[in-house]
T-cell receptor, first 115, second 116 residues
Framework: DAKTTQPTSMDCAEGRAANLPCNHSTISGNEYVYWYRQIHSQGPQYIIHGLKNNETNEMASLIITEDRKSSTLILPHATLRDTAVYYCIVRDRVNSGGSNYKLTFGKGTLLTVNP | NAGVMQNPRHLVRRRGQEARLRCSPMKGHSHVYWYRQLPEEGLKFMVYLQKENIIDESGMPKERFSAEFPKEGPSILRIQQVVRGDSAAYFC??????????????FGSGTRLTVV
């Protein structure tokens, strides 16, 4: 099961910032938070990931609370092409232990950017 | 630097036939993950492989499904005796494994399997 909870859907006006929240209250100290998105029928696309500090790249910013129990993905100027399902993921250690992890996807947030 | 390559993009099989889906990871990536996405549903983890090893197959159906990642060549997801319920999009991802990758896991464009 996914370790994160997200709202089912959100709307955003084109050109405005989209702020997508995620709760990961059971996250441990050395686990990263990953964000992916899936535009209809395409393969999931990596957006950003972070551990403790806020992160920014060409696509988005990631704000992680000090207690690391939640985070927010920010798309600073949403466009119609940003309409997608956004997934917040904390990796799962695989059954065999060691340092191998896998991504377990939850239901994500359907972000609809409106003109 | 090519991304994760999956082929074929679309595959049509009759019930009872075998389906073979191929995935070539990104250059330098030795870890491969397969996911299935049924129509209107989320991505479900199937199997995680390293070269010549299955690391985690907890999401694989017990029968008819198998996966391999040989020392040379692409990873193969094989579905024997396909049924209509196998119709789905199958996505492959790769990573370098080990410590955190700066770009996370990279996904391919998927193979859409249709069983008629």
């Amino acid at each position: 099961d996914a370790k994160t909870t997200q709202p089912t859907s959100m709307d955003c006006a084109e050109g405005r910032a989209a702020n997508l929240p995620c709760n990961h209250s059971t996250i441990s100290g050395n686990e990263y938070v990953y964000w992916y998105r899936q535009i209809h029928s395409q393969g999931p696309q990596y957006i950003i990931h972070g551990l403790k500090n806020n992160e920014t790249n060409e696509m988005a910013s990631l704000i992680i609370t000090e207690d690391r129990k939640s985070s927010t993905l920010i798309l600073p100027h949403a466009t119609l092409r940003d309409t997608a399902v956004y997934y917040c993921i904390v990796r799962d250690r695989v059954n065999s232990g060691g340092s191998n992890y896998k991504l377990t996807f939850g239901k994500g947030t359907l972000l609809t950017v409106n003109p | 630097n090519a991304g994760v390559m999956q082929n074929p993009r679309h595959l049509v099989r009759r019930r009872g036939q075998e389906a073979r889906l191929r995935c070539s990871p990104m250059k330098g990536h030795s870890h491969v993950y397969w996911y299935r996405q049924l129509p209107e549903e989320g991505l479900k983890f199937m199997v995680y492989l390293q070269k010549e090893n299955i690391i985690d197959e907890s999401g694989m159906p017990k029968e008819r499904f198998s996966a391999e990642f040989p020392k040379e060549g692409p990873s193969i997801l094989r579905i024997q005796q396909v049924v209509r319920g196998d119709s789905a999009a199958y996505f492959c991802a790769s990573s370098p494994g080990g410590q955190e990758s700066t770009r996370g896991y990279t996904f391919g464009s998927g193979t859409r399997l249709t069983v008629v």
